[in-house]
């Protein structure tokens, strides 16, 4: 079982991913992460990112150019 603090440090990691996601988004299409993605994919791609080793900015990148490509 998670404690309090890990689940706040979860929480925290979430909202941080949603919003680089989407500001990269933003930058490269003029539209966030919502027009593009629903929020099962997001979380899917949020637990890609937390057992994968690259940065937020990183991870981010590579899942707007996937998505439109």
Do not use: H, W
């Not at 440090?9 to 490269?28: D, H, K, V, W, Y």
């Not at 919502?34 to 900015?57: A, H, K, M």
Request: hydrophobic letters at 40%; one cysteine or more; charged letters at 15%.
């Amino acid at each position: 079982m998670k404690t309090p603090n890990e689940i706040k440090q979860l929480s925290n990691t979430r909202t941080l991913f949603i919003e680089t996601l989407s500001q990269q988004f933003i930058a490269l299409t003029g539209c966030g992460v919502y027009v593009y993605l629903n929020p099962v994919d997001i979380n899917g791609l949020f637990s890609q990112y937390l057992s994968d080793t690259l940065s937020i900015d990183t991870f981010a990148r590579q899942c707007v150019k996937n998505v439109l490509e």
